[in-house]
């Protein structure tokens, strides 16, 4: 495991484009979201540190349902990492109980375009799907215990309520993404 740290992509980013294969069968494009905010979440089943905030995820995702809509995106190389398959993607979602999309990236173009390159990294989008935060989730990744800030929670009441970005983002931070060799 190669411990990364996001690159801090420039807000007022565009979110790029995508149209990718859902764990619950269907095909999902960034124009199916049509909610005040956009939370894209670059993540995969085996990083710990994906695992550490996986509940916290979906207990965020639940509680601004209809307000941001939140999709998380597998982009590693599931040759090499087969707990990464789609397969294994489908049993993690129906395990944890996603109430997200849980997207694969399998050619690894999308996790390219938003510049990820760390699992989890976080991009939140405003309502012109400009980024707003991207960072990690918050001030302590290992243990939910332990938590005293909640940076994206924070940063998605500033977009919701229109205000500006936040000043001081702090990259997240986890497991490298596993590019395939070409």
């Known amino acids: 495991m190669t411990l990364m740290e996001s690159t801090m992509v420039p807000l007022g980013t565009a979110c790029p484009d995508f149209t990718l294969p859902g764990v619950d069968g269907r095909l999902w494009s960034l124009h199916d979201f049509h909610t005040p905010a956009l939370l894209v979440v670059v ?21 601004y349902a209809g307000r941001c809509a939140v999709v998380g995106i597998n982009s590693n190389d599931a040759v090499t990492y087969p707990d990464d398959s789609f397969e294994a993607m489908r049993t993690q979602a129906k395990a944890k109980g996603f109430s997200f999309p849980y997207l694969w990236d399998e050619e ?34 290992k243990d939910a215990t332990r938590v005293t800030r909640q940076e994206l929670r924070e940063a998605l009441e500033r977009v919701l309520s229109g205000e500006t970005p936040l000043e001081v983002q702090h990259p997240s931070m986890g497991c490298s993404i596993k590019w395939r060799h070409q």
């Open 43 to 63: 993540m995969c089943n085996h990083c710990p540190y994906v695992q550490a905030i996986q509940h916290r995820l979906t207990t965020l995702a639940k509680a």
């Open 108 to 141: 690894q173009t999308v996790a390219r375009a938003l510049g990820a390159v760390c699992t989890p990294d976080f991009f939140l989008y405003d309502s012109h799907r400009r980024l707003a935060y991207r960072g990690r989730l918050d001030d302590n990744w």
